[in-house]
């Protein structure tokens, strides 16, 4: 299965998981189990370098690339935040520079995310992708 195969399922994952969910409080409470997940950064890596200007809380963002797939480890000091890395992850991370630039955001609006989540949050959560993808840009260009 190739890379932007594998985004595609892993995005109608998500949105079927979701589909399960009666209202915006069930999902919200989802997106904070998810955050609980996530594996915490070392403080030597939440610097300034891998911080992500442009979300309400404090994200970080280390990328680390092998057998030309990008992986990303997150962290936040903001739980919802947390379960919203979790989604994105699933998403981006593992995947190559091609597949990150080529994927948009869009299917968060399938889950409703982008109006339900305030809009300092739902900035933070396109600042991230934005992050991902210029991340995923500068490898493509260190390839050429």
């Not at 399922?9 to 409080?25: G, L, P």
């Not at 979300?55 to 962290?75: I, M, N, Y």
Request: proline fraction near 3%; aromatic fraction near 8%.
């Amino acid at each position: 299965m190739d890379s932007g195969a594998a985004i595609d399922d892993e995005k109608r994952r998500i949105i079927e998981e979701f589909s399960v969910f009666d209202d915006w409080v069930s999902r919200y409470e989802y997106i904070v189990e998810l955050g609980g997940t996530l594996p915490s950064l070392p403080d030597s890596l939440k610097t300034e370098e891998n911080r992500v200007h442009g979300c309400q809380s404090r994200v970080w963002f280390v990328p680390t690339q092998s057998e030309g797939k990008l992986h990303f480890a997150a962290d936040s000091d903001a739980i919802l935040v947390k379960g919203l890395i979790v989604l994105l992850l699933r998403v981006y991370s593992g995947r190559t520079p091609d597949d990150i630039v080529a994927t948009s955001p869009k299917f968060f609006e399938e889950i409703e995310l982008g109006s339900h989540l305030t809009g300092s949050r739902a900035n933070g959560l396109y600042a991230m992708v934005k992050r991902i993808q210029a991340i995923a840009r500068e490898a493509q260009s260190k390839r050429h």
